[in-house]
């Protein structure tokens, strides 16, 4: 096995090569085609994304990837002002190459310094690694909720299917609330008024204006909360027929969460052999989720935050979800 291997920026012509190694990847579950349109998610259709931005980097032994690392940009508020940080995902190295793994790394961070960097589906190698580099924690949330419509993609234990069982079964007996919730994007004036009459609540969280609703609407599917002709907010499901799970990946803004329940009956009714995910953002939600009978199991939905020197990360006045980092892409 040669040792000279080449670690270089990602470019336009790599996205095949790309999809295909992490494709083949060991117990990878997307197909090639669907990850160049994740990459075509990331960037090529990402309102945050400039040319100038670098994607991450591939590693080659001559013609052949052996690793790769990637991130995407988003827009925040972060200490009251909007930024662009970024969200690490996908360091992969064949096993023959791991001693090549801290290179790669390295050379993702020289690209990306300048930058806030997220890393929420850290494994425990980079997990260690982030806390030696004083990484933040944050928690997003201590529970997830489950109606468990389906156990495919999650633990197969036999009591699950019992669960499974009997969730369907309330389901055809719980009452049907009414509320005004509607499948899709809401229009563009309704939403960048919505963002302004809300964005100063947060010193930290992530810009919700159309253009980025919008480009989430790519590749999740969005359910918007009306009283009347009035919007109230919307929340953001992350959809994945591999696993066969729908979950809560986002809202907008904060007081929807009292309508949660009228939200988790709506995507239950519309996907009830799907295994459906309700993070506890917060105590409302939480109650809620509990009160459509879903089950909670303890989790560890804890994210890191890698900022250059002259920034710091708070929690309090924030409103972060599954949308930092790349656990929803």
């Not at 329940?261 to 009830?272: E, G, S, T, V, W």
């Given at each position: 096995m040669s040792d000279q291997i080449l670690i270089r920026e990602i470019q336009d012509s790599d996205y095949e090569p790309l999809a295909e190694f992490n494709a083949s990847f060991p117990n990878e579950y997307r197909t090639k085609n669907e990850w160049l349109y994740r990459y075509r998610i990331w960037w090529d259709y990402n309102p945050a994304y400039?040319?100038?931005?670098?994607?991450?980097?591939?590693?080659?032994?001559?013609?052949?990837?052996i690793g790769t690392t990637n991130n995407f940009?988003?827009?925040?508020?972060?200490?009251?002002?909007?930024t662009?940080?970024?969200?690490?995902s996908t360091w992969r190295v064949l096993p023959q190459y791991r001693k090549h793994s801290m290179d790669i790394w390295h050379k993702h961070r020289e690209l990306t310094q300048r930058f806030i960097l997220f890393n929420t589906s850290a494994n425990p190698n980079v997990v260690r690694l982030l806390k030696l580099l004083r990484?933040?924690?944050?928690?997003?949330?201590?529970?997830?909720?489950?109606?468990?419509?389906?156990?495919?993609?999650?633990?197969?234990h036999p009591l699950l299917g019992i669960v499974s069982f009997t969730h369907r079964r309330l389901l055809k007996i719980m009452p049907n609330y009414k509320s005004d919730i509607r499948e899709g994007i809401p229009n563009e004036a309704d939403v960048n008024q919505l963002w302004q009459n809300n964005r100063h609540k947060y010193d930290y969280t992530n810009i919700r204006d159309y253009e980025y609703?919008?480009?989430?609407?790519?590749?999740?599917?969005?359910?918007?909360?009306?009283?009347?002709?009035?919007?109230?907010?919307?929340y953001t499901f992350h959809v994945s027929t591999a696993q066969n799970t729908a979950m809560l990946v986002d809202y907008w803004p904060e007081e929807i969460s009292g309508q949660v329940?009228?939200?988790?009956?709506?995507?239950?009714?519309?996907?009830?052999k799907r295994c459906i995910i309700?993070?506890?953002?917060?105590?409302?939600?939480?109650?809620?989720?509990?009160?459509?009978?879903l089950i909670a199991r303890k989790t560890n939905s804890i994210g890191y935050v890698l900022p250059p020197s002259n920034y710091c990360l708070s929690q309090s006045n924030s409103l972060m979800t599954m949308l930092q980092g790349d656990r929803a892409f």
């Open positions: 400039q040319p100038s931005h670098p994607r991450g980097v591939i590693a080659l032994s001559g013609a052949n990837i940009p988003t827009k925040m508020i972060w200490e009251g002002e909007e662009t940080v970024v969200n690490g990484a933040s924690e944050f928690n997003i949330a201590d529970k997830w909720f489950y109606y468990f419509g389906s156990i495919q993609g999650l633990n197969n609703t919008k480009w989430l609407n790519l590749s999740k599917q969005i359910f918007s909360l009306y009283n009347g002709d009035t919007l109230l907010g919307y329940l009228n939200m988790i009956l709506a995507i239950i009714r519309k996907y009830p309700i993070p506890s953002y917060n105590k409302t939600i939480a109650r809620q989720a509990a009160k459509a009978l």
